[in-house]
């Protein structure tokens, strides 16, 4: 809802200044300058990207603006489920949650946690490491590197919606150019013919396309590109915390440690307190 209120923020200044100065709000209603612009924008984010970016980018629309989920409960129930998986392969072995990794949507432990089991991508990501350690033939620093390597393939694609959406907000004014001259060109065609009046609203309709490549470019598409990085790097934080917890894990550190070591790697604005995290696990 913070999205939608900053963007209610944006157009009201614009357009209540614009109107309390004398303007006219009909004079800037110029659908075809919108098709224009929002047609080649559209036409140069096809070309640049493939399938799985374009479905990616619509896809982040909803989360963006009503299901932004990295919060402290959310980080609570992945330290939570961490620290389950490894105090029981702590107390049983751990052949013992071989059954929890290979069918997690029937673990009774995953299921406590059903905001990491919607995340295909994260529970496989818990339970494939999970699985190497199960083996005990890979040394903690080698198992560290290869989390390394996959949480920098991740972030890569997790940023890429993000830089696609800012590619648009920086080719838009140059759209809002290609508007403005083809209003022009229309202009020249008729000054022979038109009268000042219509001289004078061919003009502006032109300065029309400027004004709206301008104002889509850095009030709603740059600005909603930092609020899909904002998310991507979220994102990335949670992989980040997940792979301390187990690495700390692997160096033979209890699980209450472990888990402190992934809380510890969190972002700070809703990292969960010692306190709120010890309370949480014991709750559980």
């Given amino acids: 809802m913070l999205k939608i209120a900053g963007y209610i923020v944006v157009l009201a200044s614009v357009l209540g200044g614009f109107m309390l100065s004398g303007g006219m709000l009909a004079a800037l209603w110029h659908p075809f300058e919108i098709v224009i612009i929002g047609g080649a924008a559209l036409g140069a984010f096809l070309v640049a990207n493939n399938l ?18 990295f919060n402290k409960p959310f980080y609570l129930d992945v330290l939570g489920l961490l620290y389950e998986i490894l105090n029981k392969s702590r107390r049983e072995g751990m052949m013992a ?5 290979e069918e997690p949507q029937e673990s009774p432990i995953f299921s406590k946690y059903p905001a990491i089991l919607k995340d295909d991508g994260m529970t496989a990501f818990i339970c494939d490491y999970l699985r190497i350690m199960t083996t005990g033939t890979m040394a903690p620093h ?3 590197a290869l989390f390394d ?6 972030t890569e694609e997790l940023s890429e919606p993000s830089h696609a959406m800012n590619r648009v907000a920086d080719a838009l004014p140059g759209f809002g150019i290609v508007a403005a001259v083809l209003g022009i060109v ?17 003009v502006g309709t032109a300065l029309v396309g400027t004004f709206l490549g301008i104002l889509a470019a850095y009030g709603f598409v740059g600005p909603f590109s930092a609020a899909m990085q904002h998310e991507a790097t979220e994102e990335a934080n ?10 700390a894990s692997a160096q033979g550190l209890p ?12 972002l700070s604005e809703q990292r969960p307190s010692f306190a709120e995290m010890e309370a949480a696990v014991k709750g559980r």
């Fill in 52 to 69: 799985g970016t374009v479905k990616k980018v619509f896809g982040k629309v909803p989360v963006i603006f009503f299901g932004h989920r």
């Fill in 97 to 101: 949650i071989e059954a929890d990794i």
């Fill in 142 to 144: 080698e198992l560290e």
């Fill in 149 to 154: 390597v996959e949480i920098s393939t991740l």
């Fill in 186 to 202: 229309v202009t020249m065609s008729i000054l022979g013919e038109a009268d000042n009046a219509l001289i004078g609203e061919k």
């Fill in 238 to 247: 949670t992989y980040e915390a997940i792979k301390m917890c187990l690495v």
């Fill in 255 to 266: 699980p209450a440690l472990a888990v402190e070591f992934g809380r510890k790697a969190l």
